[in-house]
């Protein structure tokens, strides 16, 4: 039902916006990917996903910290793919330190990645999915959109933002085809956590596995890692009709953490 949609998925070198890219891609979604990495890398990914699925997969090398380059970002998709039809904004940092020590450029890269870019993109692309009739943005916020945790005062902040400014974006469609929801993961393993990982192993004197268990037991009731693949199936989901009465929604995908 998704065959010839064009998808942006931000962040998509690698982690949960890698698994959301490639479940979009098996829709026979175009896609256009976007993130930081080894070009040899990124080609790799680009020309994998296009053989193994068919549709079209273009790169944008767009530096999200920036307004103009996420301009520049929808801009080259409705120039290479003709549109923007589903608007994924994933692409995230992290920094974790107390608040007295946490250093102010951390804090301003986190809120313009990890929010700012939300609301560029948005500005961006909603005209367009307004011509057309039909749109979906999902924000990956995090189970950190709904509750907090100490040390994360950036990455919080920022990701309550997002919960917030999807809220508002459903409102203003709300009459449209066009839907904006949050989705809140708990702990992935992707290199954003892995870093955690093993800041813990080395704080505790812990093995990278033992650290792993502690950082799930802490949080997550199912001590269980969600998946990049399951959340790329709940990315298909919320662009399918089934789900067009769900707007504004922040949709946990978190073991329980935030059942708490
Ligand atoms: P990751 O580090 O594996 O991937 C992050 C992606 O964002 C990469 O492709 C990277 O190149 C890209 N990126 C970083 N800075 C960028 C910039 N300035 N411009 C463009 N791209 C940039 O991280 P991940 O764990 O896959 O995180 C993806 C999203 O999911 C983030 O928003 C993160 O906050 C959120 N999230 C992650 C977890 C988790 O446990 N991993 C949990 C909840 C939410």
Known sequence: MLQGKVA??????????????????????????????????????????????????????????????????????????????ILVNNAGIQHTEAIEDFPDDRWEAIVAINLSAVFYATKAALPGMKRRDWGRIINIASAHGLVASPFKAAYVAAKHGVVGLTKVTALETAELPVTCNAICPGWVRTPLVEKQIEALAADKGLSIEDAARELLGAKQPSKGFV???????????????????????????DGGWTAQ
């Open 8 to 85: 942006v998925v931000t962040g998509s070198t690698s982690g949960i916006g890698l698994g959301i890219a490639k479940a979009l891609a098996y829709q026979s979604c175009d896609i256009m990917l976007n993130g930081f990495g080894k070009p040899l890398e990124i080609e790799a990914i680009r020309s994998g996903l296009e053989a193994e699925f068919g549709g079209q997969v273009g790169y944008c090398d767009a530096d999200l910290s920036k307004p103009e380059e996420v301009r520049r970002l929808i801009g080259e998709t409705e120039a290479q793919l003709g549109r923007v039809d």
């Open 227 to 253: 998946s990049p693949e399951q959340l790329g199936q709940l990315v298909v989901h919320l662009c399918l009709p089934a789900s067009e009465q769900i707007t504004g929604s922040a949709l946990s995908m």
